[in-house]
């Protein structure tokens, strides 16, 4: 089966089992009634990793789980959600963004990493292989970070700066030294060479605290 082909069936498992509809879902997640709808059909071929977050918080499961991976925590009998650490960390697919600097963030699992002390507890963490040479020398190109999503960054800390294409409706993301946010803007830096980046508010759809090596040992 292909991942799309294993998300979907989950998908399906899911609100078999919550009782809840395709489109009641869809709308909590923050989308369109005819979403999950259109992705279970095929009439939708790819859904992005920020959908992927949300849909698998209302469904009361993991982003690991629905992409296939049994040991990640799914619910008990009750619909609670087991105290258990996650085994695994799903590495989603990277290539080279239409943007300078940009890598275009795909939502097939193309690896697995053990789950380090630090990420017990932490929802819907990932993984991706750097793209570009921008944060040179801090990550290299083929460097691995971890995203916490649900931890807040602070200035200084390092980020993945995703947006979604008003075009193809793709996911550009960018590994960037986050700095701050104002009313209309997220303040962001680069080292290579160095700039400072500003984004959009309106066009961000999330900002990713990538995890320090002190945090995954703690």
């Known amino acids: 089966m292909t991942n799309r082909e294993i998300v979907s069936a989950r998908i399906r498992q899911r609100l078999e089992e919550t009782g809840r509809s395709a489109a009641s879902v ?5 989308h369109g009634v005819d979403f999950i709808r259109d992705f ?8 992005s990793a920020d959908a992927l977050v949300a849909i698998a918080r209302e469904l009361g499961v993991t982003v690991a789980w629905l992409q296939g991976n049994d040991e990640a925590v799914m619910p008990d009998g009750e619909g609670e959600e087991r105290p258990a650490r996650p085994r695994t960390v799903p590495v989603y697919g990277t290539a080279a963004g239409r943007d300078d600097g940009a890598m275009h963030l795909g939502t097939d699992v193309i690896d697995w990493l053990s789950c380090p002390p630090g990420l017990e507890g932490a929802r819907d963490a990932y993984a991706l292989y750097v793209v570009g040479e921008s944060m040179q ?3 290299y190109p ?4 971890i995203i916490a999503p649900h931890r807040p960054p602070r200035a200084g800390d390092c980020v993945v700066i995703q947006c979604k294409s008003a075009d193809t409706g793709a996911t550009e993301a960018w590994v960037k030294e ?5 009313a209309d ?3 962001a830096r680069q080292y290579n060479p160095p700039a400072e980046m500003r984004f959009p ?3 961000v759809s999330a900002v990713h605290r990538i995890m320090t090596l002190n945090d995954l040992l703690s």
């Open 40 to 47: 279970l059909t095929g009439r939708k071929k790819r859904m």
């Open 178 to 182: 986050y700095v701050a946010t104002t």
């Open 201 to 203: 508010r309106a066009e």
């Open 185 to 187: 803007e997220i303040v």
């Open 142 to 145: 083929g460097d691995v970070v």
């Open 26 to 30: 869809s709308r909590a997640a923050g």
């Open 137 to 139: 020398p801090r990550y």
